[in-house]
């Protein structure tokens, strides 16, 4: 291709989670084609091995790259955590987590000096958060939470209510002993279910606390590394290319996949892996 | 090996969940000598496509007769569904499921000819459970709801208080307006849940409701087999070898595997497929 501007931007992750960071790249880069690959033959990534999610994550993204990607999103915290630094190392296009650019926010944002984190089994174990965060300050203190049943509620859409609110009140009690005022949505689930986090937090903890969601800090640098390395797209009167890959489909997918990029996902491609 | 017998059995699920199956086989069987794998790099099998299913189902029961399996239980309910009877076409060893000893125990159960069946939603999808039942009396009615909150509640170890019955309320309602007496747990992990399920059921119904297990049922229909075939173990004075396979390990599998098979599992391996 001649300008490699025009060339798509990767994004993957363990299934659909990764959507609602695709969305945010979709909103603040409009004119950016991408290929967003969706692991379902072998979600969750959450409860692997470091090794097998490595393996999954260069797999895909060497597929993403002999497709043309210019860059690549990694828009699954369990694979940000495992194989970030592994695909930086080994890929000759730039590589972004979700993790690096949320910590910095949170950073930015906390006025306490404390940072809460709720993410995965997997990401929680790989203190992936802890060491992003101690880069950039290790002075701050940063306490994680696993919440293995906010996925399958996200997937189920039981997103408000009463049994949200429990859940939640379950996984963030702990929360009461911190002094964090920033939370860290670190699973790429989590942003369905921001509104009922939000409200426990706060009632927990006693106080404001910022929930960020790391798709709007991910989908910020992506547009600043594209810049600097000249890699942005030029517009034209065609809309972008977006394609939508899964390793595994089945009929819900469409209807699960538009509720977490928030628009109608149609022509859902099969590819095998 | 001289006696067909003293070959193991062949046990898999897509995950821990198959282990409260095995559990039930060792307690009816305890002379004879089993491998069980759990495809973990894989979990779960409940929102695949059939033919991933199949795939991952074929894999792991050829690697099972490569290991000199002389039965194989797919102690799965969404395998059962979609590859039982592939598998049974293409292996020369006897192959059970459990579905079919489940429907058959419910059919000879229900007084009021109307059977609740509760699982995934591939095993609710496929209508295997509807299929059995009719292979025994199609007169029968069946209605099935998919829980997919039920893994990950089991799997978190939830298994009593608010949450976990506010969530069996959200899924069992439905039954209210029907007249079954007989529920059966169509998912390995859902006898962890059996005492809330059942106090729930029977509110909603305000009747006594039979809850199966259908490891109960497939141990014994197991016993009959080996039984029929000339497979039964000769009773030696050593234990029977007792194997756990794992596709992915990881630190939290022993108690995990532990909490489902009701006894310590050591020495988990990890096996690569």
């Known amino acids: 291709m001649s300008n490699p501007g025009a060339r798509p931007i990767g994004i993957f992750d363990s299934g659909v989670g990764g959507l609602t960071v695709a969305r945010k790249i979709h909103d603040r880069l409009p004119d950016e084609p991408f290929i967003y690959l969706g692991d379902t ?6 409860n692997k091995s470091p090794a097998t999610v490595q393996r999954y994550s260069e797999n895909i993204a060497r597929l993403l790259c002999d497709n043309g990607a210019k860059a690549i999103v990694v828009a699954c915290n369990t694979a940000s955590a495992y194989a970030r630094e592994y695909l930086r190392d ?35 174990k790989s203190g992936a958060y802890e060491r992003a965060v101690a880069e950039y300050d290790p002075s701050i203190r940063v306490v994680s ?28 009690d702990g929360f009461a002993e911190t002094d964090i005022d920033v939370l860290i949505l670190g699973c790429t ?46 517009t034209t009167a065609v809309a972008p290319s977006r394609r939508f890959w899964v390793t595994d489909i089945s009929d819900s997918y469409v209807e699960l996949c538009s509720r977490f990029f928030q628009a109608p996902v149609k022509d859902i491609v099969h590819v095998d892996l």
């Open 145 to 172: 939470r696993a919440c293995p049943l906010f996925v399958p509620l996200a997937e189920e859409g039981w997103t408000e209510g009463d049994i949200a609110r429990q859940i939640a009140r379950r996984y963030l």
């Open 189 to 234: 689930h989590y942003p369905l279910l921001a509104p009922v986090i939000t409200e426990v937090i706060e009632e927990v903890t006693g106080r404001k606390i910022a929930v960020l969601d790391s798709a709007e800090a991910t989908s910020r640098r992506l547009a600043a590394v594209l810049s600097e390395q000249s890699l942005v797209c030029p």
């Open 41 to 46: 033959a072998r979600v969750p990534y959450g």
């Open 90 to 124: 080994t890929l000759d296009v730039p590589v972004l987590s979700v993790i690096e650019p949320a910590a910095e926010d949170a950073v930015r944002t906390t006025r306490q000096g404390s940072i809460g984190v709720i993410g995965t089994l997997g990401t929680v």
